[in-house]
T-cell receptor, first 117, second 113 residues
Framework: DTEVTQTPKHLVMGMTNKKSLKCEQH?????MYWYKQKAKKPPELMFV???????INESVPSRFSPECPNSSLLNLHLHALQPEDSALYLC????????????????FGQGTRLTVV | DAKTTQPPSMDCAEGRAANLPCNHS???????VYWYRQIHSQGPQYIIH???NNETNEMASLIITEDRKSSTLILPHATLRDTAVYYC??????????????FGQGTELSVKP
């Protein structure tokens, strides 16, 4: 199984709503990522989790709150978003080996297309 | 992090080889070159990566110059399904944190019949 599964595929939410995006992988990967992608732009890194701990936060506003409840799951909690937060949100995972020299590829999900109204 | 420069767009005839260039003149000794592609409205897909030797897999070949300042991704027989945005990425050295993949602007490859 080399899949990263993201749910939901599409989400429309109001600016006062609270919602969550979910990401799941069963490849035994210990690094997981959230990216945001606006139309016609490259994906932008938001967060990196390594061994269920947040290791990188790319200065993302606090209305985005990541959570890694276990090694297979990654959530992104959304609260009080703005219309400009509408984008494709991508989750990815890779095999992170502490102190290792081996580099491996990242696997991406198909994304959640979020529209904030 | 080393930056990459790619042409914004390229065309290729179906059945011909597609050669996608990438400049990464500030790459450091331990940084790998990765290639991903993104077909419209899908998540990025890993293609290939290399350090200094040329690499080949079932999808593509990667040619890295001896000074490592540039590379070329080769799709030997392009098909219409290869139409996508291709990203050349130099992987961040913070490997212990799982590594950061920072995407540049990429090359939009159009394969035409």
């Amino acid at each position: 199984d080399t899949e990263v599964t993201q749910t939901p595929k599409h989400l429309v939410m109001g600016m006062t709503n609270k919602k969550s995006l979910k990401c799941e992988q069963h490849m035994g990967h210990r690094a997981m990522y959230w990216y945001k992608q606006k139309a016609k732009k490259p994906p932008e890194l938001m967060f990196v989790y390594s061994y269920e701990k947040l290791s990188i936060n790319e200065s993302v506003p606090s209305r985005f709150s990541p959570e890694c409840p276990n090694s297979s799951l990654l959530n992104l909690h959304l609260h009080a978003l703005q219309p400009e937060d509408s984008a494709l949100y991508l989750c990815a995972s890779s095999q992170g080996i502490l102190g290792g020299t081996r580099n491996t590829e990242a696997f991406f999900g198909q994304g959640t297309r979020l529209t904030v109204v | 992090d080393a930056k990459t420069t790619q042409p914004p767009s390229m065309d290729c005839a179906e059945g011909r080889a597609a050669n996608l260039p990438c400049n990464h003149s500030t790459i450091s000794g331990n940084e790998y070159v990765y290639w991903y592609r993104q077909i419209h409205s899908q998540g990025p897909q890993y293609i290939i990566h290399g350090l200094k030797n040329n690499e080949t897999n079932e999808m593509a070949s990667l040619i890295i110059t001896e000074d490592r300042k540039s590379s070329t991704l080769i799709l030997p027989h392009a098909t219409l399904r290869d139409t996508a945005v291709y990203y050349c990425i130099v992987r961040d050295r913070i490997y212990n944190q799982g590594g950061k993949l920072i995407f540049g602007q990429g090359t939009e490859l159009s394969v035409k019949p």
